[in-house]
């Protein structure tokens, strides 16, 4: 078995800040016109300087502390040089561990299930613009992205399978998410760049993936070209490739580009920013509660299972969901975080997990959820008839009580009535009930000719046994 | 109507137009006349707003008129150095590669003034980017120097001394690197200021080196400069690097800025004055003489004098010239047409190659600090060069900060050397470095310096420089009046 070695560099935009990192322009520039969210700082016009945003160091502190990591008395910040047609200053503020200055946090360590990941370093930095690659002959840029604020997070290659990584990125958006300093599933706003090498190997990155749901799949595909040469005895070459999100394969990048020389050297415009543990205790002491905190908090206050909490703190929506559920109903938590995991859960498209809210499309409510447990406590109805409410509600967005009412009423169960329409039926369709009689399935055909007549309203499963058994007696 | 309001100082400018002596209106017409006649042989403006000049002067003689408020530079006519933004006013850097470029916004110091009702005359000739010591690599040709119009005016504010000297504005603003002021403040007998490092705002000043910069006034006397610096200086929420601890101080009404105020008073008793001798001892003597001379007028009085070394001064050059190339190659990397800039197609370029096509404009000084500049930040050279540099400034610093606990005031020549005539040193970028040894080390350590006329040598003026320590303008500006008041040589050239 060859051992494979993964680790990631992830961006992630801090969204929850109402500013970008260097001006007081938005930071949500989606769904903007292009370049209507610049000002002359982070357009870069010549004379402006950099004004920090004090609240987007909070931010990174917090993802810092969060993650484990050391965050030092004092941090700058550091031009990184290279010409970028989206960047307006031709340099990135961004930060740089060297000579005694690190990074806002450092040397962190994440655990998630039973294994763990050590944190590089966590650094705070802005967010170039965006190319256009029109299809004509121009490449258009939009500058509203530009100075967002941005974390990146770089780990160290300790992950052995694309699983373990999935796990670490549900844990790392989930810290995101409890934290509230960005929302994860707003298109691009995590950024992945993987590097995998094979035991002894060279070390190969792929940048740019565009969402974490595809890192898995990358690195899947990756580590099969790695090992596929390997036993083919070709060199695996240290290089870096692109991510085809359409094609799901990795591609070279285009014809490697000379080793650039950033020239790192700190930004004179910002002050040094001093820290300290006033700072961190003031910080501490404000933090949200953390997945971690609130799955323990989970299994004691509510007795969940281990599993069952697991995924609910796993995605933030879900924890809340559930907890907003029992604050409406709380008799039986227990069972409220059964039918989330187990049923509800079913009822989400995977597909659109990551383009916006879990509960995207779907129209259920705290309160529907909290009504249906009840409803089963109280003998109302039985599981089968709540999946079926709840798949009802969760289109229509209807109370539970409403729905079952409607289905008494609407719902023909009374085997008399059905016979009845059964018994016109064979008397007009005198061929078809021949076949049916060689050819169970046309008795589908039948069935379908019941509930015309019923208008729908018939039970169908009461109203097929009626037909069968009516086909079985007949001669 | 008095004839030459344009030989008035600033002072007097303001109380004349404030006591209706005359208006702003006759005062900024005489300015605009005298612009327009002699300007052609000094070349100190790139650019002169007489619309918005003559408006400004309008609406405030109406509010004198009418009894409203104005502001305590009424009516004064300034020229500002063309790398310090003004909106709707071209800014140019007097380069090809801001061809045209009006800036959307004004400088923090532009507010200020327009909040002291100054007016505004025009835009003066520097350096490109403000990269030079004598006005000779400008885009729009040198400025010449009124005392002598075969010889340079120094620089990089080269426009913003001569303009003073020449009386064509009453006081300007210029910015000051590495004695960028103060230089031709020497050359051209006037007085120019470079502020303490975070004392004046450089939101708007277009970035050459941001860790030694600093906008400072230019003006005919120290109470001119004194008056500019207590309309310009002060914190700034747009610019993170201003601080201020002058003992007086007024709240700004609009944010919680604190903008210092600054006396005029002379001051000399008990004031030890260090003399720095390496500077003094390696000038031109012609200099060195008029700097012993002014000395002694001045120790005659109840200060006590003597010389003083500074050891650390021999990496002074070094060190800056490292520093400000490197970070000069970093804030230049905006200027790729691409945003704004002068008129050029990029149709059937990749970007890579437009960048190196666009880019060719720089002028030469300014492709040889960048070029040297992107090489001392370099993998490999980084350490060798530009931390050494660091190192170097760090222990300025620290020798600057122990000569201010013994003495108030250090002194020593602005310029080792007497103004000289055009093309004698742009071949040599060397010799070209080597003449700004007495003012870099002010913009190291961060101190305020100012530079005085005391006397001319063969017609050629000679200034002399004041550092204090840091945020310690007062100190200087009281020394400085008295230098001015015991030394007084001011009179103006014959153009
Ligand atoms: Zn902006």
């Known amino acids: 078995m060859v051992e494979v070695k993964i680790g990631l560099e992830i961006h992630c935009q801090l969204t929850g800040l109402q500013s970008k990192l260097f001006c007081s322009c938005q930071c949500d520039y989606r769904g903007k016109a292009p370049n209507t969210n610049i000002c002359p700082i982070c357009s870069g016009l010549p004379g ?16 810092s502390l969060a993650l484990g990591c050391k965050v030092p008395d004092k941090v700058m910040f550091y031009r990184k040089n290279y010409f970028y047609p989206d960047l307006p200053k031709n340099f990135q503020i961004t930060q740089y561990n060297a000579y005694g200055i690190t990074s806002i946090g450092v040397e962190g360590r994440v655990d998630y299930g039973i294994k763990s990941t050590k944190i590089r370093r966590v650094q705070l930095e802005e967010d170039p613009g965006r190319l256009i690659y029109d299809t004509s002959f121009y490449t258009l840029i939009d500058y509203n992205r530009a100075g967002v604020s941005l974390v990146e997070i770089v780990t160290e290659p300790d992950f052995a399978e694309p699983k373990d990584v999935r796990m670490f990125l549900n844990k790392i958006t989930s810290i995101i998410e409890h934290l509230g300093v960005g929302d994860t599933k707003l298109d691009g706003s995590v950024r992945c760049d993987v590097n995998v090498s094979l035991e002894g190997g060279k070390r190969v990155e792929i940048k740019n993936v565009g969402s974490f749901r595809d890192v898995e799949k990358a690195l899947g595909y990756e580590i099969t070209r790695q090992k596929t040469m390997s036993v083919r005895d070709i060199e695996i070459k240290s290089e870096t490739r692109h991510w085809d999100e359409a094609r799901k394969v990795t591609k070279q990048s285009r014809a490697k580009e000379e080793e650039e020389d950033y020239r790192y050297f700190p930004e004179p415009d910002i002050p040094t920013i001093v820290l300290g543990n006033e700072f961190l205790s003031s910080l501490k002491a404000k933090m949200p509660e953390l997945p971690d905190e609130r799955k323990i908090r989970f299994l004691r206050e509510y007795e969940l299972s281990d599993h069952v909490a697991q ?17 409406i109903y709380s008799s039986s938590p227990n069972e409220i975080a059964n039918w989330i995991v187990s049923d509800l859960l079913g009822f989400i498209d995977d597909s659109k997990r990551e383009e916006g809210s879990l509960f995207s499309g779907l129209r259920i409510e705290a309160k529907h959820m909290a009504e249906l447990v009840k409803m089963i406590d109280q003998n109302i109805i039985n599981r089968n008839i709540a999946k079926m409410i709840l798949g009802q509600i969760t289109k229509t967005g209807e109370m539970p009580s409403y729905v079952l009412d409607k289905m008494n009423a609407s719902l023909i169960d009374s085997k008399a009535i059905i016979s009845e329409a059964i018994e016109s039926i064979f008397n007009s369709e005198k061929s078809a009930v021949r076949d049916a009689k060689q050819n169970p399935n046309a008795a589908n055909f039948l069935l379908g000719k019941v509930m015309q007549l019923t208008g729908g309203r018939a039970d169908p499963k009461i109203a097929l046994n009626l037909i069968k058994t009516k086909l079985a007696v007949l001669e | 109507m008095p004839n030459h309001l344009y030989r008035l100082t ?42 918005g000049a003559a408006e400004k002067a309008r609406s405030i003689d109406k509010r004198i008129h009418d009894g409203e408020h104005t502001g305590g530079l009424a009516g004064v006519a300034l020229g500002i150095k063309d790398n310090i933004c003004t909106k709707g006013l071209k800014t140019t850097c007097a380069s090809k590669m801001l061809e045209g470029y009006v800036p959307p916004y004004d400088a923090t110091v532009i507010k200020k003034l327009k909040e002291n009702d100054a007016i505004i005359v025009g835009k003066l000739n520097l350096d490109e980017f403000a990269m030079g010591s004598t006005t000779e690599y400008s885009k729009y040709g040198p ?26 504005c009453a006081m300007s603003l210029g910015s000051d690197t590495g004695g960028s002021v103060r230089c031709p403040a020497s050359f051209c007998s006037v007085v120019g200021l470079k502020p303490t490092y975070g004392c004046v705002s450089r939101s708007g000043l277009i970035s050459y080196s941001n860790s030694l910069e600093q906008i400072g006034p230019v003006g005919k006397t120290v109470s001119d400069v004194v008056m500019l610096m207590n309309a310009i200086a002060g914190t700034d929420e747009n610019d993170q690097t201003t601080r201020t601890t002058a003992i007086e101080t007024i709240p700004n009404t609009m944010s919680l800025d604190r903008i210092p ?73 905006r200027y790729d047409n691409i945003r704004y800039g002068f008129d050029s197609n990029p149709e059937e370029y990749e970007w890579n190659t437009y960048f190196a096509k666009v880019r060719n404009n720089f002028g030469e000084e300014v492709k040889r600090r960048i070029i040297i500049g992107s090489y001392v930040l370099s993998a490999g050279y980084y ?24 003495y108030d005031v250090l002194i020593a020549p602005t310029m080792p050397i007497l103004p000289f005539k055009f093309g004698e040193k742009i071949d040599d970028p060397l010799k070209m470095y080597q003449i700004d040894i007495d003012t870099v080390v002010a913009n190291l350590a961060g101190i305020p310096a100012i530079s005085i006329p005391v006397g001319f040598s063969d017609c050629l003026p000679v200034g002399l420089q004041i550092m204090a320590n840091e945020m310690e303008e007062q100190t200087l500006f009281d020394v400085a009046s008295s230098f001015e008041s015991i030394v007084d040589i001011h009179k103006s050239p014959e153009i």
Not at chain 2, 383 to 406: D, H, P
């Open chain 1, 48 to 63: 402006t300087l950099p004004l920090l945003n004090q609240r987007a160091v909070d931010f990174a502190s917090m993802i």
């Open chain 1, 311 to 327: 995924v609910l703190i796993d995605n933030k929506e879900l924890a809340d969901f559930f907890e907003s559920t029992v604050k």
């Open chain 2, 10 to 51: 600033a002072d007097q400018v303001a109380s004349g137009i404030k006591n209706r002596d005359f208006s702003a209106q006759e005062y900024i017409s005489q300015i605009l006349e005298r612009i327009e006649k002699i300007d052609l042989k000094i070349n100190a403006f790139v650019a002169v707003d007489k619309q």
């Open chain 2, 143 to 168: 400025t010449r120097n009124p005392w002598n119009i075969n010889y340079v005016a120094g620089g990089s504010s080269g426009g913003s001394a001569a303009s003073v000297a020449a009386l064509e």
């Open chain 2, 261 to 333: 105020k600054y006396r005029l008073h002379q001051n000399n008793r008990n004031i030890r004055v260090g003399l720095v001798k390496e500077l003094v001892e390696g000038a031109d003597p012609a200099v060195s003489k008029c700097i012993y001379s002014a000395v002694d007028l001045f120790s005659r009085s109840d200060c006590k004098c003597e010389d003083t070394s500074m050891k650390s001064i021999e990496y002074a050059l070094a060190s800056y010239y490292t520093i400000a190339m490197a970070e000069a190659s970093s804030n230049l990397a």
């Open chain 2, 383 to 406: 350490g060798k060069y530009y931390l050494k540099a660091q190192k170097a400034r760090e222990m300025i610093k620290q020798e600057v900060k122990s000569l201010f606990e013994k």
